[in-house]
């Protein structure tokens, strides 16, 4: 008995294992090759089996060539397998490998059908004794030659492969060389060693061994879980098992049999009938199934198929459209549907006012509308779940309100003239947030259960796309608001920008006006006060002005002289100023030979500082020094600053100088220095600015020390006018240098046009 | 001892002012003759063209400002040879330059300057 559970077992095994292998990928030759090995296994183990328990002298020789025939071709699969494990190594030589299979086929068949390797067996009740062929040898070679090249070959790849191919051949070899030693053990060893050939029969376990790790090899790296392929087995092993049962209970209880007369055959028999009863139903009935649904329905997706790629679609679908579209024609397609409808609640609104947002089938006009916002809704608010039409009417029948029977009757009404079949609620957060409103199956069939299986799983799916899809929205209206907020924003900017720059031009003629306001005021200014200083410096010079004027009567003359002349230099400063301001100072840039101005300047400034009892010295200048500039307005900038100097300094000299400049020899450095009282370092930034004065106490504010504060603003702005530079360097109480610097020209022989400017 | 008759000066300004101090200023050695605006000044010219020994001219005037009379003077060859200084107080550069360049020998900026600067340059051009 124990040795009949080993064959049975050892099938089991064995054909479970090829189909596994077959399965989990049938177009490897890895799996299509081992499959084939465990079918010889298998072969070899019913036959066994069976050649132990016939009778017949005749079966008895038959099982046991077809037996000894097995072990041939799975010996050769073996070493074949070995050379393609885990991936195909150096291809077997053609020829070689056509040899091989010639023998193989050969002795095979020899097996079979001749006495060259059986001749015949001889039968004493359950024990065989065989009577080899002279072939035999020859079968014995065949065999233990390729199981050893296997080994020696897997032994080789063992260490020529790394990582999880060398996991996989690990096992493989283990389960080889166990499986070797264990039939080593107890078809060779035992025997000899006990004279008992019973134990052969646990040979058969040898190959079992081998074929386990070898299939776990293969499976566990591929796709399949082993643990599926175990609850798998066992699956089947249980309906094989629930299957015998019945079947016996049957056959016992229909009296087929009797309880008694139950003996081993027929157990097994039936036992083997239903393990291929439930392995092979279920594939049977999917078939049939499929070829039923596409000839008898047309459908070109099964359920589990469009379950799975709207499973895949509906998270990566963010646009609602698209995400309703795919529910809708998914629907229609799989359950062979007329129309099917989406409607969702309105985004932004509070109120369970429900949009349509695609309808395929349904026709506006029909009242699909009226579906929106009425009993129905209300009532799927309250009881969500997928309502059929046959369902309402059971509803009706239920309800004690006659109200709502009405009401409901009217529903059932409105859902029969839009040819609205079932209805799925979707619910979002506790919350009816979108309705699936399909129609009737095409071949007038009603919806099963596995129908409304599917839809509660897509509703729930869709609940949760529709939510990610709304959210997105949510997300891009609110970009689409921001971004409109920005437009308008920049429109408004614009705008402003737009009003500012008409300001600045309103601003801008204003400012011409205010200049050409001071132009001629100060023109108009100007006559008169040069009638008024022409006519005191006619007094002062005419030639018997001194015995003409009292000496008190020139002073106040004198005065009035002076003061005149501050008042024209005040308007032009003005002027000047409001010309820098408005960017409207030119100056003429040409070739001015500086000892000229020089020579201009030294005679007139001399005598103004001998009036304060001070020293101008101007050492003559170097004739090739030329700069390019206005000969009036470089006069005009170092009088202001000889005048400047004159203002701040109560004793000692004031030297002029002109060098080239050390940083830059293609300018010249002009330098006026004083002797005066010098610039506090704080002052020093301020004194180029407008209406700067070194000293803004009254008690100072003498006429002799007056001015507009301009002087400094204008000279520097004309420094600049002629590309250069100015810059101060005093110490209090010492005294003041200013610097400026001008760029040099080539000299020129012609007068200069601005010379003739006379100011 | 014969009289050297005094050279004479045509001066143009449109302000009377001006004008009576300048020719009070000028007539101890010059004979000055005024023509309040442009057009005037130029028909003087005209009708004496080898009268005046020097033109002193404002710019802003009446009617044909100085620019123009200028210009018109130096393409008139019967007055082009006339020295003409400008007596002035326009300070524009382009303008100044341009009168400059086509034939004024000097421009005075009025204001500026005391009435013996004004001796000075005229005594140069006519001496």
């Known amino acids: 008995m124990f040795y009949q559970l080993t064959y049975f077992f050892g099938f089991l095994a064995t054909v479970s294992l090829a189909y596994f292998v077959y399965v989990n990928n049938n177009r490897r030759e890895t799996n299509f090759i081992f499959s084939a090995f465990l079918v010889f296994v298998s072969g070899w183990i019913a036959t066994l089996y069976l050649f132990y328990n016939s009778q017949s002298p005749f079966w008895v020789l038959v099982f046991g060539r077809f037996n000894i025939a097995f072990a041939i071709p799975f010996a050769h699969l073996i070493y074949y397998f070995a050379h393609i494990f885990p991936t195909k190594t150096k291809p077997l030589n053609h020829y070689l490998h056509l040899v091989l299979i010639t023998e193989t086929l050969t002795l095979f068949f020899l097996t079979i059908l001749t006495p060259l390797v059986d001749e015949m067996e001889i039968i004493k009740g359950t024990s065989r004794t065989t009577i080899y062929g002279p072939l035999y040898p020859i079968f014995i070679v065949h065999f233990i030659s390729y199981i050893l090249a296997a080994t020696v070959v897997f032994f080789k790849k063992l260490h020529f492969y790394t990582g999880i191919k060398k996991i996989q051949i690990q096992y493989i070899f283990c389960g080889l060389t166990t499986s070797v030693g264990f039939g080593i053990t107890t078809n060779i060893i035992i025997p000899l060693l006990t004279h008992h050939t019973d134990i052969q029969n646990l040979g058969t376990i040898a190959p079992i061994i081998f074929a386990s790790f070898a299939s776990y090899a293969i499976i566990r790296h591929r796709f399949l879980d082993i643990t599926l392929a175990i609850r798998n087995t066992l699956t089947y092993l249980f309906s094989s098992l629930a299957v015998s049962i019945i079947t016996l209970v049957i056959t016992i209880l229909s009296g087929l049999r009797k309880l008694t007369s139950l003996d081993f055959n027929y157990l097994t028999s039936i036992l083997v009938g239903s393990i291929l009863v439930s392995i092979l139903l279920p594939i049977l009935l999917k078939n049939i199934t499929s070829f039923l649904d596409r000839t008898i329905f047309g459908r070109t997706l099964s359920y589990q198929l469009s379950l799975k790629t709207l499973a895949e679609k509906l998270p990566q679908i963010l646009e609602l459209s698209d995400l309703v579209e795919l529910i809708i024609k998914t629907l229609i397609n799989t359950m062979g549907l007329t129309r099917a409808a989406v409607l969702i609640t309105d985004l932004d609104k509070e109120s369970n006012h429900y949009k349509i947002t695609k309808t395929i089938g349904f026709n506006e006009t029909n009242g699909i509308s009226m579906v929106k916002d009425n009993f129905l809704t209300q009532f799927l608010e309250k009881n969500p779940r997928i309502l059929v039409i046959d369902e309402l009417q059971k509803i009706t029948e239920e309800s004690p309100d006659p109200h709502e029977q009405q009401k409901i009757q009217e529903l059932i009404d409105h859902m029969i003239h839009i040819e609205a079949g079932l209805i799925i609620p979707v619910v979002i957060d506790k919350k009816l947030s979108s309705l699936i409103v399909l129609g009737n199956k095409k071949g007038g069939d009603v919806y099963t259960s596995e129908d409304l299986e599917l839809l509660e799983v897509i509703a729930s799916q869709a609940a949760v796309a529709i939510q990610n899809a709304r959210l997105y929205k949510k997300i891009n209206n609110y970009n689409q608001e921001l971004q409109h907020d920005i437009d308008q924003a920049t429109i408004k900017l614009q705008k402003q920008n737009r009003q500012l720059h008409k300001a600045n031009d309103e601003l801008k003629v204003l400012d011409k006006m205010k200049d050409q306001l001071i132009a001629v005021t100060s023109h108009e200014l100007r006559t008169p006060a040069t009638i008024i200083q022409n006519y005191l410096w006619m007094v002062l010079n005419q030639p018997d002005s001194k015995t003409r004027l009292t000496p008190k009567e020139k002073e106040r003359i004198e005065r009035s002289f002076t003061s005149v002349q501050d008042l024209i230099q005040l308007i032009n400063e003005t002027l000047d100023a409001s010309k820098i301001d408005g960017g409207r100072l030119e100056v003429f840039l040409e070739p001015i030979k500086v000892a000229t101005v020089f020579d201009k300047i030294r005679s007139t400034y001399t005598d103004r500082a001998a009036e304060k009892n001070l020293k101008l010295v101007m050492p003559s200048i170097n004739p090739k020094y030329f700069i390019k500039g206005d000969e009036t307005r470089l006069q005009e900038v170092i009088t202001n600053l000889i005048v400047n100097s004159i203002k701040y300094t109560d004793a000692g000299t004031i030297t002029v100088k002109v060098n080239p400049y050390p940083k830059n020899t293609k300018n010249l450095l002009f330098s006026i220095a004083d002797t005066g009282r010098g610039i506090a370092k704080e002052n020093i930034p301020k004194l180029f600015g407008k209406f700067y004065r070194e000293d803004t106490s009254l008690s100072s504010s003498t006429p002799k020390t007056g001015g507009t504060g301009l002087g400094l603003y204008i000279t520097k702005n004309l420094v600049e006018l002629m590309q250069g530079k100015i810059w101060v360097e005093s110490i209090h109480g010492v005294g003041s240098t200013f610097f400026f610097t001008l760029p040099q020209a080539t000299p020129s022989q012609t007068a200069s046009l601005s010379s003739r400017i006379i100011r | ?127």
């Open chain 2, 1 to 127: 001892m014969p009289t050297i008759p005094k050279a004479k000066i045509l001066l143009v300004e449109d302000n009377p002012q001006t004008a009576q101090f300048y020719q009070e200023f000028l007539s101890t050695k010059y004979d000055v003759d005024l023509s309040p605006d442009g057009q005037i000044g130029l028909e003087t010219l005209r009708q004496n063209p080898l009268k005046y020994s020097l033109i002193l001219l404002d710019i802003m005037l009446p009617k044909v400002d100085g620019v123009a009379l200028l210009e018109i003077k130096q393409k008139d060859p019967k007055i082009a040879a006339i020295p003409l200084v400008l007596l002035t107080n326009f300070d524009d550069k382009a303008t100044i330059h341009h009168c400059l360049e086509i034939g004024a020998k000097s421009c005075l900026m009025k204001s500026n300057i005391t009435p013996d600067k004004i001796l000075n340059v005229v005594d140069n051009l006519i001496g």
